[in-house]
């Protein structure tokens, strides 16, 4: 009966879901061998690299590590202000 | 000729020596002639597990310093005399053997036995290399919990780094009712995180502290959920097609009486 209730309003605090998205952005980072503070410096030596360059929006670059199946890609979002001539 | 399995896990307490244990009665019982290595070196626990702790005379750590020979090592099980056990040393530490040794150890082994299991410590260093040296196939084992999956993922690519095969999984000490919650993770959910085959899925059972009081492996145990569960993977491991059931609830009094109605939970 109280399952049903709580299954009526909705679980989608199961907590379950919470160890699974914890797990998946850990191993992401176990996988490659590298900390979250790695990643930063990473992300700071790419733009600036990339600067040199384009002008970049630094508000929204990303940089993030995404799972296909057995294989990982390091995924950049690097928005462009105007083109540095 | 052999095979010679590595049972390991990276975190400890989720049930390797336990499911060594089970493994190794299921599969002597099934009628394969089985022996059994504790490469825990200093934490010994296999041979109280299998209750075959009072006749220890030599271990593995003699029989690799050529103090001690293997037929004189192995601990006969007395319930079934196709198998046998080689413990671990007590006195010593993990250094006191190196893989070359165990890899040398296991490949005689093999020779006389169906298989070899190989009970792993805990952790990632050298006691971890030196039990997964001479093993053909791996086993993780895994509870459904952040800490054990993470470790899991981590033994996982150590393996695949070491040129294993690809290991194979079983799920450790699920709660059904949890799973039902929505608060535990469920196969599915650890097979995608992990990506490898599962071999078997025990459920949590009290039948396994009292096997384990006793010295007696819960496969030898016809009431037991999880020595049903190491039966199966027993035949699995054997070769046989085995479904996986449906996981069943804890028979609580009310899911009992529920049962007794017809009523399906």
Known sequence: MFDLFARVFGREDASKDVAKERLRLVLVHDRASLSPQVLDDLKTDLLKVISKYLDIDQEGFQVEFSRHDESMALVANIPIKRRRV | MGEAIVITSGKGGVGKT??????????AQAGSKVALIDADIGLRNLDVVMGLENRIVYDLVDVVEGFAKL???LIKDKRFDNLQLLPAAQTRDKTAVSPEQMKDLVETMKE????????????????????????????VVATPEVSSVRDADRIIGLLEANDKRKPYLIINRIRPAMVKRGDMMDIDDMIEILAVELIGVVPEDEAIVVSTNRGEPAVMNQNSRAGEAYRQITRRLRGEEVA??????????FGRIRRMMGLKG
């Open chain 2, 18 to 27: 336990t499911t060594t244990a089970n493994i190794g009665a299921g599969l």
């Open chain 2, 71 to 73: 037929r004189h090592a």
């Open chain 2, 112 to 139: 006389e036995f169906d298989y070899v299991l190989i009970d792993s410590p805990a952790g990632i260093e050298q006691g971890f290399k030196n039990a997964i040296a001479g093993a053909d196939k791996a086993l």
């Open chain 2, 244 to 253: 996986f059931p449906k996981l069943e609830e804890e028979s609580s009094l």
